[in-house]
Nanobody
Framework: VQLVESGGGLVHPGESLRLSCAAS????????MRWYRQAPGKEREWVAT????????NYSDSVNGRFTISRDNAKNTVALQMNSVKPEDTAVYYC?????????WGQGTQVTVSS
């Protein structure tokens, strides 16, 4: 199983950013996917989940209404659209999959929100 995130960078408050995660090594369309984030000095926290067919999503209270998780099962990718970003969204963002009893993480992509 391999998860590779991309799309991070430096953005200003109120702007948008789209993260992507390319998955391989498992039957992507059969598994739910998640995004997590870890800010400096803080524990990793869950951000969003999408079901295997993509018909249901859930979000943490801190991003609900601003972020959107989506997936393309034909391309084995999961995305996180981040709108109206805030300085407190600054973190390393990780793609996550739970496959055959094991948890897998990508290497993470840094998102910095600063004016």
């Amino acid at each position: 199983v391999q998860l590779v995130e991309s799309g991070g960078g430096l953005v200003h408050p109120g702007e948008s950013l789209r993260l992507s995660c390319a998955a391989s090594g498992f039957t992507f369309s059969s598994y739910g996917m998640r995004w997590y984030r870890q800010a400096p000095g803080k524990e990793r926290e869950w951000v969003a989940t999408i079901t295997s067919p993509g018909d249901s999503t859930n979000y943490s209270d801190s991003v609900n209404g601003r972020f959107t998780i989506s997936r393309d099962n034909a391309k084995n990718t999961v995305a996180l659209q981040m709108n109206s970003v805030k300085p407190e969204d600054t973190a390393v963002y990780y793609c996550n999959a739970y496959v055959r009893g094991r948890t897998y993480w990508g290497q993470g992509t840094q998102v910095t929100v600063s004016s």
